[in-house]
């Protein structure tokens, strides 16, 4: 009998294994698809795709020409699911990302005409350049998975993501993202220029075509969705949940911090963890996926005070600092 128990648990630990382990082998495909059009970012491309699966949303900030744009579009091209693109503008309305209700004249009744934001994968490219009130449309989307038109509510699709991008450097003609905008994104990464070496690649690649063409989908809406319903169950412990909580709590104490992170710093922060410890093919998170996660999770959700700012304390500065003063938890699995 003991020898029949035996069995069976072994069983069930080499098929709990292998789920895992196949997990980690799609987000590496995908992973490996993205790196063929960009190159030499392979940090970035993985935090971008553990947003995805963490179901959160992602905004990409860098000078313009490193790929910001280009990122986007390989992991859309990566997921055989549906796309769309906004090109901001300071003329563009609500309703253009949102969709409108248009009186049918044969019909005689309304008939609704989705907006650009009905797409699994949605492409923000230069968020700033929107009005406020256009900026706004997204708050709903981006926190409920919903759009709400007349009073009607719509579900948006699973997955669903906005990836959107921002040039900090020019300032003409745009409109910073207010903090609550800020706030519902979950990660925000910097391309940064390629070495030397990479750039001298990338030039190759280019001149015999253009590399995003040559890609094609490596999984689809459904596999997506599968993973994330797996790196959902990724286990955390309750001191490694302690530890989120600290972090994010010990930011709204720092000196320099005029707005500390928000409770859904913690949760965007929880879920960020899940997902990465899932790509490392591991059903619990360790210390070193929030230590990792810290700064892209939460430096763009607090705001220091204009004396720090003054002397050139930066929100990533701070975060780093928070994170090393804040006592790391000995791993455990329960």
């Known amino acids: 009998m003991d020898d029949l128990l035996s069995g069976g648990m072994g069983l069930e630990l080499r ?54 744009t280009m990122l986007a579009k390989a992991i859309a091209r990566s997921i055989d699911c549906s796309f769309r693109r ?30 650009a934001v009905f797409a699994n994968i949605v492409l923000g490219d230069e968020i700033n ?17 919903q759009v709400t038109i007349d009073a009607e509510t719509r579900s948006l699709g699973t997955p669903f993501m ?4 921002q040039n900090p450097v020019e300032h003409e003609g745009t409109y910073p993202l207010p903090e609550a905008q800020l706030d519902r994104f979950m990660l925000r990464l910097s391309i940064g220029y390629p070495s030397v070496e990479v750039e001298a690649e990338i030039l190759e690649t280019h001149t015999a075509g253009q590399p995003l063409t040559e890609i094609g989908a490596v999984t689809d809406a459904h596999g997506i969705a599968g993973m994330i319903e797996l790196a959902r169950r990724v286990h955390v412990a309750p001191t490694i949940r302690d530890y989120i909580v600290r972090i994010v709590d010990a930011t709204r ?18 879920r960020a963890a899940r997902a990465y410890a899932a790509a490392d093919e591991r059903d619990y998170v360790i210390p070193d996926d929030v230590k990792l ?8 959700r607090i705001i220091v005070t ?11 500065v701070v975060v780093q600092e928070v994170l090393g003063q804040v006592d790391v938890p000995v791993a455990e699995r329960s």
């Open 253 to 270: 104490n720092h000196p320099d911090v005029y707005l500390g992170g928000s409770p859904r710093s913690s949760i965007m922060l929880l």
């Open 293 to 300: 996660l810290g700064v892209p999770a939460l430096a763009h």
């Open 129 to 145: 350049r929107a009005s406020p009130k256009t900026q706004s449309a997204l708050l709903e989307c981006m926190e409920e998975r």
């Open 306 to 316: 204009a004396d720090a700012a003054m002397t050139g304390r930066s929100a990533p």
């Open 15 to 68: 098929e709990h294994t292998r789920e895992w382990e196949s997990f980690g082998a799609r987000f590496r495909q995908i992973e490996e698809n993205v790196e063929r059009v960009v190159r030499g970012k392979n940090a970035e491309i993985r935090l971008a795709l553990v947003a995805l699966l963490a179901e959160g949303h992602l905004l990409i900030e860098d000078v313009p020409g490193v790929g910001k």
């Open 86 to 115: 906004i090109q901001f503008t300071p003329d563009m309305l609500p309703t253009d990302i949102t969709g409108v209700n248009v009186f049918n004249q044969e019909r005689g009744d309304f008939e609704f005409r989705p907006g």
């Open 162 to 165: 906005v990836i959107a991008t």
